[in-house]
């Protein structure tokens, strides 16, 4: 069920986090995998671990026509795609009063424009190939309100919104398009937060329902249901991985109001 020999996977941002999570769990199963990301040594370092001939294909998504440069790279070193990972995104932690023109273009650049630019150079290798998955990684900072995000918000919103639409467009060709929402997740996006902030691991764990942080392989997991043929019916959906924050801990939380108590 989750075979994936003979398939072609790119993931983007695969050298560290998520991505590398993915990169691997994805080659465990069988499949070759292109990694994407700027720092090329990062890359190889993860190409050099894994078995099914991966190949290391370097881009800077914030750069203009870079998603569809970067397609036109990838199926110049293979033959076809059939599963696209668009993991590559950087946060954007601002209010209000701080955020500037430059942090929207930058963040849209990468978390939105080139993750469709790159979905739309290789959408045709998977159709001729008889369709694939295109998995993207938003956030449930899209699905809610998150204060000093607004950008970043925007921007994962706007991932969940493409997933759908996409879906639609290419349902009959053949291609899947799902996204997954990460919570919490313990990579490097969070250093800086995790050493300013006292109390912050421990405070954001009380939020999520099963009490701890996520990590990378629980986000790669799901990348790996996406891309099998477990998932064949499913497609235009956006699924949690938020060890339940999203939906349960609210429910919690209102359980602790004083009225709802049994006593
Ligand atoms: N960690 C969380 O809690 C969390 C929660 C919700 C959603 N997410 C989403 O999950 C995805 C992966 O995040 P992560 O936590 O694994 O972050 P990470 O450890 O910071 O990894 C980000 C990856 O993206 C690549 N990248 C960054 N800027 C790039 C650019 N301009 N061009 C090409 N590649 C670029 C990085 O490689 P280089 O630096 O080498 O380019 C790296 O491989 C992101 O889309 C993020 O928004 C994460």
Known sequence: MFDLNDK????TGASRGIGEASARVLDRHGARVVLSGRTVSDLERVAGELKNEPVVVPADLSEPRSGTALAEAILAEVDGVDVLVNNAGIPMRRTPAQLTEDDVDLVFSINVRSLLMLSLGLGP???ARGGGS????SSVAGLHGPQGRVAYA???GAVDAMTRALASDWGPQGIRVNSIAPGI????IWEESRNTVPGLIEDLAQRVALKRWGDSDDVADVVLFFA???SRYVTGETLTVDGGMAKVSASAAAAALPELDDG
Request: aromatic residues 0%.
């Open 8 to 11: 072609t996977a790119v993931v």
């Open 125 to 127: 290798s998977m159709i």
């Open 134 to 137: 295109i998995i993207n990684i």
């Open 154 to 156: 925007g921007t994962k």
């Open 185 to 188: 997740i313990t990579t490097a």
């Open 228 to 230: 099998s043929e477990a």
